[in-house]
């Protein structure tokens, strides 16, 4: 099965790229933030575990993230593969994943400066029934408030504020550079420049999939 990895700093645009890759290619998006979110919206054991974590910015523990992952792809639905976006963030969540095996594997990561990052996130806005993404300011849903694709309640993340994005880019610069540096020896990773509209950047991928 084909598998294709995103990585690249929050407010990247891994998520929004991952919905595009989803639409064009017969591949499922992964998003753990998206299933993490899920959970603590319908308030499971492992969605009251996560919720703190996540409100302040820091990593869910591997052990439950690695599970709910592997859960995942055991589900029989991704007949021509998948897309991770969010997944894996540490080295040991790398190697649970590479415990699963895959007959392709491509890894993207989305380079942007912090400040246009930061910018992003704090104008971004997420549809809480659907995970869809939206920008107040360059990509705002057509009705105010409501999912263009599913007509659910689009609103601000919360820990899309200040504080939480700070200790968001320390844990990804502690945490998760060592498993980009990873990829990057194994030699599939690619380094696409993520500045500019959402349309550019998918430009600049989508010729690397098929
Ligand atoms: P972003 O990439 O913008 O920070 P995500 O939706 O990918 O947003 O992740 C939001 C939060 O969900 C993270 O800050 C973390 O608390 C939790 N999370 C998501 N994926 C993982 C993961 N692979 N390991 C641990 N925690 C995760
Ligand atoms: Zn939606």
Redesign the pocket.
């Known amino acids: 099965m084909k598998r294709l990895i995103l990585f690249?700093?929050?407010?990247?645009g891994?998520?929004t790229m991952g919905d595009f890759i989803q639409r064009d290619f017969h591949l499922q998006k992964i998003?753990?933030?998206?299933i993490?979110?899920s959970a603590i919206q319908q308030d499971t054991a492992d969605g009251r575990r996560?919720r703190n974590?996540?409100e302040s910015?820091?990593?869910?523990?591997?052990e439950l993230?690695i599970e709910l992952?592997r859960q995942r792809l055991s589900c029989g639905d991704l007949n021509g593969g998948y897309v991770l976006?969010?997944?894996?963030?540490?080295l040991n969540?790398a190697e649970a994943l590479s415990g699963i095996a895959s007959d392709s594997e491509k890894a993207f990561l989305i380079e942007v400066s912090e400040t246009e990052a930061v910018e992003r996130?704090l104008s971004r806005m997420t549809c809480s029934s659907c995970g869809a993404i939206y920008n107040l300011l360059t990509r705002p849903p057509r009705n105010s408030g409501v999912c263009d694709l599913c007509g659910g309640r689009v609103e601000k993340?919360n820990?899309d504020n200040a504080e939480?994005v700070r200790q968001?880019f320390r844990?990804?610069i502690e945490l998760t550079m060592p498993v980009i540096e990873y990829y990057g020896r194994r030699n599939i990773l690619a380094r696409i420049d993520g500045s500019g509209a959402a349309a550019e950047v998918y430009e600049r991928i989508k010729g690397l999939i098929a």
């Open positions: 690249g700093a929050p407010g990247s891994k998520g998003s753990t933030g998206d993490l979110r996560a974590f996540m910015g820091s990593l869910v523990p591997d993230v992952v976006d969010g997944y894996p963030r540490t969540q996130l993340r820990d939480a968001r844990v990804y």
